[in-house]
């Protein structure tokens, strides 16, 4: 079972809706999530970090996280095009300084 | 804030010679700074780990006497390539970790290398 799961898509959202994006953990002590967007041919770019159980929101990003069930999502509202990318889940287990990196979700957003 | 920057962003190389790629935090101090490498339509794979002054943690499989890591000081970090071939062409992509948010990641925009 590998650590972080993500499903690898295509995930295609029609503009103006809601792009869900999920990610399970397998390590109960994991401790802190990233979601990173990542467009073709570029790096990573961080865009929501959640600690705690409950909802995060910033703008038109929402991340949830559920120690309990080891999951964590992104939800994107009012989607938009410039939204399409990789969205990368990442995992900080307690004690380590590296992230451990799901393989990535690719959405799509069409016009 | 938590601006990192890579250079060159973009290398050629012949085989057998090697490359330096430099990593710095522009306005944090970096405790730590990692190096990934990244092939196309594939996922990010982190090669090591730097904390200023120390000697690097590589991960399995990564050969440290090939992918050479410097953590010098707080806002630079350097990957140098040796005797580089065909197969080390990818896109080596840094982190730094470190800021009033030191648990985040931020990423550097790449360098791609291209050994000939």
């Known amino acids: 079972q590998k650590e972080v799961e993500q499903n690898s898509g295509p995930l295609s959202v029609p503009e103006g809706a809601i792009a869900s994006l999920n990610c399970t953990y397998s390590?109960?002590?994991?401790?802190?999530f990233f979601w990173y967007r990542q467009y073709s041919g570029k790096s990573p770019e961080l865009i929501m970090s959640?600690?705690?159980?409950g909802d995060k929101e910033d703008g038109r990003f929402t991340a949830q996280l559920n120690k309990a069930s080891q999951y964590v999502s992104l939800l994107i509202r009012d989607s938009q095009p410039s939204d399409s990318a990789t969205y990368l889940c990442?995992?900080?287990?307690?004690?380590?300084?590296?992230?451990?990196f799901g393989q990535g979700t690719r959405l799509t957003i069409n016009p | 804030g938590a601006v990192v920057s890579q250079h060159p962003s973009r290398v050629i190389c012949k085989s057998g010679t090697s490359v330096k790629i430099e990593c710095r935090s522009l306005d944090f101090q970096a405790t730590t700074m990692f190096w990934y490498r990244q092939f196309p339509k594939q996922s990010l794979m982190l090669m090591a780990t730097?904390?200023?002054?120390?000697?690097?943690?590589?991960e399995q499989g990564v050969e440290k006497d090939k992918f050479l890591i410097n953590h010098a000081s707080l806002t630079l970090s350097t990957l140098t390539v040796t005797s580089a071939h065909p197969e080390d062409s990818s896109f080596y992509i840094c982190s730094a970790r470190g800021g009033i948010n030191s648990y985040e990641q931020y990423f550097g925009p790449g360098t791609r290398l291209t050994v000939t």
């Open positions: 730097s904390n200023e002054g120390s000697k690097a943690t590589y």
């Open positions: 990442a995992v900080q287990i307690q004690g380590a300084q590296k992230l451990v």
């Open positions: 959640i600690y705690s159980n």
């Open positions: 390590d109960r002590v994991s401790q802190s």
